[in-house]
C-alpha cells in the first residue's frame, strides 16, 4: 500500500494518501522515510486500533498530574501486563519493574490474523498465563 502511494506521488497529477491503524506503522517505516528523504507529498493516517482499555498517548498521561497518574495506574499495584501487537518499545516505563510487555520487537508474520496471532503469542490464553505469573 504504501509503495503504491508514493509511486502516485512520484508519478504526480494527484496528491495520494494511505490510512491503516497505527500499530501497522512498523511495516510502513522503509517507505515513510523514502517519502520523507525524498520530500513527496504522500499524506499519511494512522489511526487507534484498540476498543478496550486503551492508553493512546504517552505524552499527555505523562503531563497529568501524579495524583491522577496513580489513580489510574495505582502505584500499589505492580502486576501491570501491557499488551501491544506491535513495539514494546516505552511500555515498560508504564508497567513498571514488576509488569510485563507482551509484544513484537521484530517484523511480524504473513498469514491469516489468527494464525498469526496465535503464532506470535497474542492469545487470551497467553495473557491469563502472564497474569497468573505476574500476579503470582
Request: glycine share 10%; net charge negative; charged share 15%.
Amino acid at each position: 500500500m504504501a509503495l503504491v502511494v508514493n509511486g502516485m506521488a512520484y508519478h504526480g497529477g494527484v496528491i495520494p494518501f494511505g490510512a491503516t491503524f497505527f500499530v501497522f506503522s512498523d511495516y510502513l517505516r522503509p517507505t515513510l522515510r523514502v517519502a520523507a528523504i525524498s520530500h513527496l507529498g504522500s499524506i499519511w493516517v494512522f489511526t487507534h486500533a484498540s476498543i478496550l482499555v486503551s492508553f493512546p498517548s504517552w505524552e499527555l498521561f505523562a503531563e497529568q498530574a501524579p495524583a491522577y497518574q496513580d489513580a489510574v495506574l495505582p502505584p500499589d499495584i505492580t502486576a501491570r501486563l501491557a499488551v501491544e501487537a506491535g513495539a514494546t518499545m516505552g511500555w515498560h516505563r508504564w508497567v513498571g519493574s514488576e509488569g510485563r510487555v507482551l509484544g513484537l520487537d521484530r517484523y511480524g508474520a504473513l498469514a491469516p490474523a489468527n494464525t498469526v496471532f496465535e503464532k506470535l503469542g497474542f492469545t487470551v490464553e497467553s495473557v491469563v498465563t502472564i497474569m497468573r505469573e505476574l500476579i503470582g
